[in-house]
C-alpha cells in the first residue's frame, strides 16, 4: 500500500516537524482558573466531567494536526512507485532474437511504402537504438541453409553486413521461426533477453498461440493496416481439365480481396513467345461478404502446343504482384485412333466415327486421326472396337500387349454377349479378364426397362463438368446392357445406370469402367452406341466424352504449374530412355545440372530442389534447347487472403510483452514503463479530510462545554 520511493527524498527531513503541535501544546498549556464561591460541592463535578471532554477534545485535535502535518511533508516528497521494469537497464549483457516475416503479403503498401520496407527501416533502428549493445540474431520466413543456423552476433556486425530485405517463400508459418528464436535465447545465459517479431501477422503465420516465454522481453511489432485496399487473383484453372483446340472450354478465375468491392478482370491466352493470342471482355468481380468471388470466362483455345492462360484486374490497388496469375497448359499432342471396324454394327461404327472426328480429317487443329481397319494400327495410340463377339486368343494377345506398352482401348460390348461368357475357354476368359472390369454376369441379363445413367466417382477428372445440370446426364436413357459383377482392383466404376422406375429386384449396374493394365488404360461400354440400347450416340455429352477418353489425361501433361519454393520434380514417362544428367533452365536464363535421384515410392527421377524465382523454368538435355517439361512456377496464392490475427491471439498477454505499431511507439511505452508512477492521490485525499475534521471541531468547541457551563456562558454574553 505504501510507495517504494519519493521523488522528493530530501523533503522527508522535515518529519521531525511533526511533532511541533506537540511541542506547543505543551508550552502553551493554560491552567483552570481559581474562583472563590462560598460552597463548591455541586460544581466541582461539573468542572470535573468538563475537563474530561475538553481532554478529549484537544488530544483529538493534536493528532488530527500531527497527522496532516505529516502527511503534507509526505506530499511534498512526491510519493512514487518505482517499477523498476528492467526494459533499460544498462550495465547488463543483453541478447536478442528479431523474427522478421518476409513473406509476399508484407510487400502490401502502406502510405506508397511497402510493409517489408517498413520493417527493414524498423530492424535497422532497433539495431542502431534499443539493441546496440546486444547480441543480435535474425531470423526470416525463409529457413537458412542447414549447415548455417541463425547465430548471435554484435548489433555493429550485423548492420555492417545488412541488405535489404526481399520477399521469401516460406514452407513453414512464422510461428515455427519465433520458435526456433525461443529455442535460442533460451540457450543464452545472459542477464537480459528480447524476443522482437516484425509482422503484419496474418492468420495463417500464427495458426497457433504461441508459448509464454516469461524470461525475455517480447515485442510485437504489428504492421497490418486497419482497412487494407486489396484484392488478389488466386487461382486459374481450366475447365475441363484436359482442353481441345477449338472446343469450348472455361477459364474458372478465383479472386480474394476487400469484401463488397467489384474488380474488373480479364483473360488473355499468350503464345510461349509472348504473343497474345485472344482475350476475353472485362467482367466484374462482386466479392461476397467473406470477400471472395469466382469468375466464368469462356474460350476456344487455339491449336499450339504451350499456352499461357493469363487473368489480369484491370485497375491497380496496394498489392500489386498478386493483380495478375497466369496457368502454363500443353495441349495435348495428336493421337492416332484406330477404329476397328464392325459389319455387323454399322451405324454404331458410325457414330463412333463421327464423334472421334466430326470434320472427318478436314480439321488441321483437329487432336485426332481416326484411321478405320480390321486390326489396330502400329502407330496408334488409341484403339476403338465394338464387340459383338468375344475375340479370338491372337486378337486379345496383340490388345494386351497394346495396352501394356502403353496404348489405350475403348470398347463396346453389344448386350447379350455375356451369354457366351461361360462358354469360352478358360486361357482365354483369364486373357479378357486383364482387360475387363470383372467377370459378366451370365445369370442377371438387362431387360428393356429404362435406366438413367449417374455419376459413379464424383471426383474424376474425365467427368469434370459433365455433371452439371445444362449436359442432362439424367437424360441419357439405357435400355440394355452387359451386367458385371462387383468391380475389384485397378477398376474405377465411372457411371452407373440407374432403374428409372425402381422395383422389386431392380438395381444400379456399372456402365462405364476404366482398368489400369500395365502402362495403359482400357475403357469398357456395357452397352453398344446404337438406338436400340441407348440414346447415348445421339446425346450431346457423347462426342465430348469419346474425345476426352481418346486424348492424353491432364496428368501426363509435360506442364507444370507449383508454388514459389517449392521442388520441381521431372519423372514418368518423360524421362524414360534418359541417362545422365538433365538441365534446368530458370525464367532469368541461368542453367542448373540436375542428376537423376530416386524418389520415396522407389521412383526414378530428375529433381531441382527448390524454385525460388517466379516465371517458366525449362527442363531439357544438355545437348540441345527443345524442352521436355515446362514447369510454371507461380507467387503463393494463399499471400493474397489477408486475414489477420489479433497480438493477443499471437502471445498471451503479460507484463513482458509489449504490441505496438512502430519503434516510436515502443519506445514511447518503454519510457513509461520506466517512469516513476505517482501515489500521492490516497494521502491528499486522507489529508484533505483531516483538515476537514480539524476546522469542524475547531468551529463546534462549545459543543464540548457542560450544558450549565454553556448556559451561564451563553447569559454572560447577554
Known amino acids: 500500500m505504501f510507495p517504494q520511493s519519493f521523488l522528493f527524498g530530501s523533503a522527508l527531513l522535515a518529519l ?7 511541542l506547543l501544546h505543551l508550552l502553551f498549556r493554560r491552567k483552570s482558573p481559581v474562583m472563590l464561591f462560598s460552597t463548591i460541592r455541586f460544581i466541582k463535578a461539573s468542572i470535573q466531567r468538563t475537563a474530561a471532554r475538553k481532554r478529549v477534545q484537544r488530544w483529538t485535535l493534536l493528532a488530527c494536526r500531527a497527522l496532516a502535518l505529516l502527511l503534507l511533508i509526505l506530499v511534498a516528497a512526491q510519493p512514487a512507485k518505482m517499477l523498476a521494469s528492467g526494459w533499460n537497464q544498462a550495465g547488463r549483457s543483453l541478447n536478442a532474437a528479431i523474427v522478421i516475416d518476409t513473406s509476399y503479403s508484407m510487400l502490401l503498401k ?32 525463409h529457413p537458412p541453409p542447414v549447415d548455417s543456423p541463425e547465430r548471435l552476433v554484435s548489433a555493429a556486425d550485423l548492420l555492417s553486413q545488412w541488405s535489404p530485405l526481399h520477399p521469401q517463400p516460406s514452407a513453414r508459418p512464422l510461428a515455427d521461426h519465433v520458435g526456433a528464436a525461443i529455442e535460442l535465447l533460451k540457450q543464452q545465459p545472459s542477464d537480459d533477453k528480447w524476443l522482437i517479431v516484425i509482422s503484419d501477422f496474418q492468420k495463417k503465420e500464427f495458426p497457433r498461440q504461441l508459448a509464454a516465454f516469461p524470461e525475455a522481453h517480447v515485442v510485437l511489432l504489428d504492421l497490418h493496416p486497419e482497412s487494407p485496399d486489396s484484392a488478389g487473383i488466386t487461382g486459374v484453372a481450366l475447365d475441363p481439365p484436359q482442353p481441345t483446340a477449338g472446343i469450348g472450354a472455361d477459364v474458372v478465375v478465383d479472386v480474394t480481396g476487400t469484401p463488397k468491392r467489384p474488380r474488373p478482370l480479364s483473360v488473355s491466352v499468350d503464345a510461349f513467345d509472348g504473343s497474345k493470342l485472344l482475350e476475353t471482355p472485362t467482367q466484374m468481380a462482386g466479392l461476397d461478404a467473406s470477400g471472395h468471388a469466382r469468375l466464368r470466362f469462356p474460350v476456344r483455345l ?57 470434320m472427318s480429317g478436314k480439321a488441321q487443329a483437329w487432336p485426332l486421326i481416326c484411321r478405320e481397319g480390321a486390326e489396330v494400327a502400329p502407330d496408334a495410340n488409341v484403339a476403338v472396337m465394338l464387340l459383338d463377339t468375344w475375340p479370338d486368343a491372337a486378337r486379345l494377345a496383340t490388345l494386351r500387349n497394346f ?24 486361357d482365354v476368359r483369364a486373357q479378357l479378364e486383364e482387360l475387363l472390369p470383372s467377370d459378366p454376369l451370365a ?18 477428372p474425365l467427368l469434370s463438368g459433365f455433371t452439371d445440370k445444362s449436359f442432362g446426364l439424367d437424360t441419357i436413357s439405357v435400355l440394355r446392357f452387359v451386367p ?17 422406375d425402381p422395383r422389386p429386384g431392380t438395381h444400379p449396374h456399372g456402365f462405364l469402367y476404366r482398368r489400369e493394365s500395365g502402362q495403359g488404360t482400357v475403357y469398357t461400354f456395357a452397352t453398344l452406341p446404337d438406338s436400340q440400347y441407348t440414346n447415348l450416340p445421339t446425346h450431346p455429352l457423347f462426342l465430348p466424352l469419346l474425345v476426352r477418353m481418346a486424348l492424353r489425361p491432364p496428368a501426363e501433361s509435360d506442364a507444370g504449374n507449383i508454388e514459389i519454393g517449392q521442388p520441381i520434380v521431372l519423372a514418368g514417362k518423360a524421362i524414360d530412355g534418359i541417362r545422365g544428367e ?125 450544558p450549565a457551563l454553556r448556559t451561564e456562558h451563553e447569559a454572560g454574553r447577554s
Open 302 to 358: 487455339p491449336s499450339r502446343q504451350w499456352l499461357l492462360v493469363r487473368a489480369a484486374f484491370a485497375d491497380d490497388d496496394d498489392m500489386t504482384w498478386d493483380n495478375t496469375r497466369q496457368r502454363l497448359i500443353e495441349m495435348p499432342p495428336r493421337q492416332i485412333v484406330s477404329v476397328i471396324s464392325n459389319a455387323a454394327e454399322p451405324t454404331a461404327t458410325r457414330f463412333v466415327t463421327l464423334a472421334l472426328d466430326p
Open 484 to 500: 458385371f459383377a462387383i468391380a475389384q482392383g485397378p477398376v474405377t466404376q465411372l457411371l452407373t445406370a440407374f432403374p428409372a
Open 443 to 460: 445369370a442377371e441379363t438387362s431387360d428393356e426397362t429404362p435406366n438413367t445413367l449417374g455419376v459413379a466417382s464424383v471426383q474424376e
Open 582 to 706: 538433365l538441365q534446368i533452365t530458370d525464367p532469368q536464363g541461368a542453367e542448373s545440372a540436375v542428376s537423376a535421384s530416386t524418389l520415396p515410392d522407389g521412383r526414378s527421377a530428375f529433381v531441382f530442389p527448390s524454385a525460388d524465382l517466379p516465371g517458366l523454368y525449362r527442363w531439357h538435355k544438355p545437348s540441345s534447347d527443345a524442352p521436355i517439361e515446362l514447369v510454371n512456377v507461380q507467387l503463393p496464392a494463399s499471400e493474397s487472403d489477408l486475414v489477420y490475427a489479433h497480438p493477443d491471439d499471437v502471445m498471451e498477454p503479460g507484463d513482458n510483452v509489449v504490441a505496438v505499431h512502430s519503434v516510436q511507439d515502443l519506445q514511447t511505452h518503454v519510457g513509461a514503463l520506466n517512469e516513476p508512477e505517482p501515489h500521492w492521490s490516497p494521502i491528499v485525499a486522507v489529508l484533505l479530510m483531516l483538515l476537514c475534521v480539524e476546522a469542524f471541531m475547531a468551529s463546534t468547541s462549545k459543543l464540548w462545554k457542560t
Open 16 to 22: 521531525p516537524l511533526v511533532g511541533l503541535p506537540v
Open 403 to 426: 495396352v501394356r506398352n502403353g496404348g489405350k482401348l475403348i470398347w463396346f460390348l453389344r448386350p447379350g454377349i455375356e451369354q457366351s461368357w461361360l462358354a469360352l475357354s478358360p
Open 110 to 141: 502502406d502510405q506508397q511504402i511497402t510493409l517489408l520496407a517498413h520493417a527493414d527501416g524498423m530492424a535497422q533502428d532497433l539495431l542502431r537504438g534499443q539493441l546496440k549493445n546486444a547480441k543480435v540474431a535474425l531470423f526470416t520466413s
